[in-house]
């Protein structure tokens, strides 16, 4: 619980000892805490706004043990398997912010390699632009977007070099 960001809690109309515990520790250790009543369960909408809103990137998930309560596992997998969805929607909305910050890294190192803004940085300036296209390239499709995702923000890097397409065609046929 300690190395988490927040504690979901799971139980079934009242908590036990040890579901008790969980939660004062984690009141303890200030960390955000949602407890969900099994019996009359939050939406999945409500479980991801909460985590959005508290930035839960580790979520430590609470409750009482099978042995204490009979069938409490069963209700527990049900509800985090129509989670499921919203976290894995999550974790491709994250995808998104890192490829839209690949696009404004772009930008910055192209403003500085073409105005050679830092020149002890990046040297002889337009000598990188076929590195930084292809590596912002690669970043792109590392993230395994979806086709549609994925070609959206490689025309953004394509219409980006092609107002320097004149100068990007020399430069690779140049040899360093």
């Known amino acids: 619980m300690q190395e988490s960001d927040g504690t979901l809690i799971l139980y079934f109309k009242s908590m036990d000892k040890g579901t008790t515990?969980?939660?004062?520790l984690a009141e303890e250790h200030v960390k955000p805490i949602l407890s969900v009543d099994l019996s009359n369960p939050a939406g999945p909408e409500e479980i991801k706004n909460w985590i959005q809103k508290n930035n839960v990137k580790i979520?430590?998930?609470a409750g009482p043990r099978e042995s204490f309560f009979n069938g409490i596992y069963q209700l527990a997998y049900?509800?985090?398997q129509q989670?499921?969805?919203v976290f894995q929607n999550m974790k491709y909305q994250e995808?998104?912010?890192?490829a839209n910050k690949v696009i404004e890294t772009l930008k910055e190192?192209?403003?500085c390699a073409l105005w050679d803004t830092n020149p002890m940085e990046y040297g002889t300036g337009r000598i990188l632009l076929p590195w930084l296209e292809e590596d912002s390239e690669y970043q792109i499709k590392k993230l395994s977007l979806h086709k549609k995702d994925e070609d959206y923000y490689l025309q953004i890097i394509y219409r980006i070099f092609g107002e320097y397409s004149e100068i990007i065609p020399l430069l690779k046929k140049r040899k360093l």
């Open 21 to 24: 515990l969980t939660l004062k």
């Open 95 to 98: 995808k998104l912010t890192v």
């Open 109 to 111: 190192e192209l403003f």
């Open 78 to 80: 049900d509800f985090l």
């Open 83 to 85: 989670l499921s969805p």
């Open 59 to 61: 979520l430590n998930i």
